[in-house]
């Protein structure tokens, strides 16, 4: 029975074979392999005392406290087995559900279900801020292809705008030529330098535009703009209305789950109320 007694107290210790205690809180341990992982390949012999320190002395502070709280709450207060169940139980249902998901919804959304559901609802739509469609090539100053980039960058001929692309590739330091995609305007300020007081009449009065620093040359087209307050453009919104899609699908899907779980109970004589 001793010995018994003895294996009992001391198995927090014993945690495997081989494995030493790092640190000590009463008879809760702190072992080398709980320190796995915590340190990644090609830190530093001083970073990573410092990451092992600040780990053991966070993991004795804590152990510290549940010990202080453990000795000052009642057996009740320290009674969690009914939120250990539902947390569990919500984490079952959270599995099932995702491997449902997973197995069942079908992700495919057509070009036909967006632009329904947008004409439906556009109401929903309205822009928060100005966006446009725009091309934009960032150029040094002291670049020797100005000129033949400038050329290419304005004309309207499918075999320059492959030119520009390479030109682009080689010569720019950075450019944007997805004239079919919409960019929120602030963002593109954050790109090109461009100042203006009134975003809305700077758009209104603006199809080509040149600035340079000291540094860059940027040449600018706006192909179109919407302002705020007004529908955002069915392109822009495309992948807000695919997410609401889907996420209607999944919600269908769970629904149908489970209601069907529950009427196959029902038929199987599983369910009584007393």
Known sequence: MIIFLLLLTSCSYL?????????????????????????????????SLSLTRNYIDSWIK????????????????????????????????????????????????????????????????????NIVRLSYVK??????????????????????KEVLADLCDKHSAQ????DETWLIFEDVTKEIPILTYNQEAFLRNRRNFEMQDSLYLYLVKFLDFRIREN??????????????????????????????????ALQKNTIETY
């Open 139 to 160: 150029i040094p100053v002291d670049s020797k292809q100005i000129r033949q980039i400038r050329r290419s960058f304005y004309s309207d001929e499918p075999r320059d």
């Open 62 to 129: 804590k152990k510290i406290l549940i010990h202080q709280a453990e000795k000052n709450l009642t057996e009740n207060q320290l009674d969690f087995s009914n939120e250990l169940e539902d947390y569990r139980n919500s984490l079952v249902l959270f599995a099932y559900e995702n491997m449902l998901i997973a197995q069942r919804l079908d992700t495919i959304v057509s070009d036909e279900e967006i632009e329904s559901y947008y004409l439906d609802n556009q109401n929903n739509f309205q822009l928060k801020n």
């Open 15 to 47: 945690h495997k074979e081989g494995d030493r205690p790092v640190a000590r809180v009463d008879d809760d341990y702190l072992f080398e392999s709980d320190l796995a992982g915590l340190v990644t390949s090609g830190t530093s012999v001083t970073d």
């Open 231 to 264: 529908t955002s453009p069915l392109q822009f919104e495309q992948e807000r209305i695919t997410s609401i899609i889907l996420n209607k699908r999944k919600l269908n899907l769970l629904n149908t789950m489970r209601q069907d779980v529950y009427d196959e």
């Open 175 to 178: 450019y944007f030529l997805d």
